[in-house]
């Protein structure tokens, strides 16, 4: 499996970001595809997840009480690639993020890192004036 992220940045507060998830047509089929995020001293955290293509055609999402209504998790089969659309960002929001990839075929997905089968690179988001 190879996922890599791009899209990270230097943003100010209340501003709106895109991060994007580029993997293979395989992985979006068959592996749940989550964001995580991890600030310094920090644990890593999941931030929201996507089931896979044969969990769920349209995708089931599942986010982190903290993003909710903030952050937007997307697919797009056509180009491959996940999608995590942040608004009205705040400093709290600073760290590393990364995409995660868990076999699953079930129409679900969960916040969970320990269980995730695959790991890119991580791109760093910042959140400051």
């Known amino acids: 499996l190879q996922l890599v992220e791009s899209g990270g940045g230097l943003v100010q507060p209340g501003g709106s970001l895109t991060l994007s998830c580029a993997v293979s047509s395989t992985t979006l089929r068959d592996y749940a595809i989550g964001w995580y995020r991890q600030a310094p001293g920090n644990e890593r955290e999941g931030v929201a997840c996507?089931?896979?293509?044969?969990?769920?055609?349209?995708?089931?999402?599942n986010y982190a009480a903290s993003v909710k209504g903030r952050f937007t998790i997307s697919r797009d089969t056509n180009k491959n690639s996940v999608y995590l659309r942040m608004n009205n960002l705040t400093p709290g929001d600073t760290a590393t993020y990364y995409c995660?990839?868990?076999?699953?075929?079930?129409?679900?997905?969960?916040?969970?890192?320990?269980?995730?089968?695959?790991w890119g690179q991580g791109t760093q988001v910042t959140i400051s004036s």
């Open positions: 996507i089931s896979s293509i044969t969990g769920s055609v349209s995708g089931v999402t």
């Open positions: 995660a990839a868990q076999y699953q075929l079930a129409p679900l997905c969960i916040l969970y890192a320990p269980d995730q089968d695959s």
